[in-house]
T-cell receptor
């Protein structure tokens, strides 16, 4: 069974469209994340949720809206897609919440978003 | 400000030779340090972490890393490289509040 799964794996769309990426983890973790990896492979955190509550919101355009219906799911909705949104988006999860822990991140396999 | 630096974009090594991938960090307090590996079209996979204790940490696939507090470094090492080790390697630090800071990644090329 896949621990952290994201769908779709590939997403090709036109500028201005709205799209969603879904993420689910079956590890029982409390905290989930969205990371963006650009064309230079640089990884940047976007959001983090702990038990459905937003705890990290980096300087991300408000066209990006995360939603966590329960602690096992964290979806990412993107409105009015722009060329610069093209990247690989990774979902990740970790146990623990709120304070420093030594637990590692578990990553999904990524969603490659191409905006044309 | 918290940051992680991987000074080399690419490291080339011959199979069977030792390898080192460098990482330095700048964080407040005592951080937790991690190494991850990314194979093409895959998510990042955990290799090893330093929390406390022995400065030499052993991880998956024969990799190890040495924590040096005075130099604020956490270099990844392997005594004998394999072609299958070729991948992208990320150093990360976790200072607090569930936020991981990643380095820019180092591409390791191991040639037969």
């Amino acid at each position: 069974d896949t621990a952290v799964s994201q769908t779709p794996k590939y997403l090709v769309t036109q500028m201005g469209n709205d799209k969603s990426i879904k993420c689910e983890q079956n590890l029982g973790h409390d905290t989930m994340y969205w990371y963006k990896q650009d064309s230079k492979k640089f990884l940047k955190i976007m959001f983090s949720y702990n038990n459905k509550e937003l705890i990290i919101n980096e300087t991300v355009p408000n066209r990006f809206s995360p939603k966590s219906p329960d602690k096992a799911h964290l979806n990412l909705h993107i409105n009015s897609l722009e060329l610069g949104d093209s990247a690989v988006y990774f979902c990740a999860s970790t146990p623990g919440s709120g304070v420093a822990t030594n637990e590692k991140l578990f990553f999904g396999s990524g969603t490659q978003l191409s905006v044309l | 400000a918290q940051s992680v630096a991987q000074p080399e974009d690419q490291v080339n090594v011959a199979e069977g030779n030792p390898l080192t991938v460098k990482c330095t960090y700048s964080v407040s307090g005592n951080p937790y340090l991690f190494w991850y590996v990314q194979y093409p079209n895959r998510g990042l996979q955990f290799l090893l972490k330093y929390i406390t204790g022995d400065n030499l940490v052993k991880g998956s696939y024969g990799f190890e890393a040495e924590f040096n507090k005075s130099q604020t470094s956490f270099h990844l090492k392997k005594p004998s490289a394999l072609v299958s080790d070729s991948a992208l390697y990320f150093c990360a630090v976790r200072p607090n509040f569930n936020k991981f800071y990643f380095g820019s990644g180092t591409k390791l090329n191991v040639k037969p």
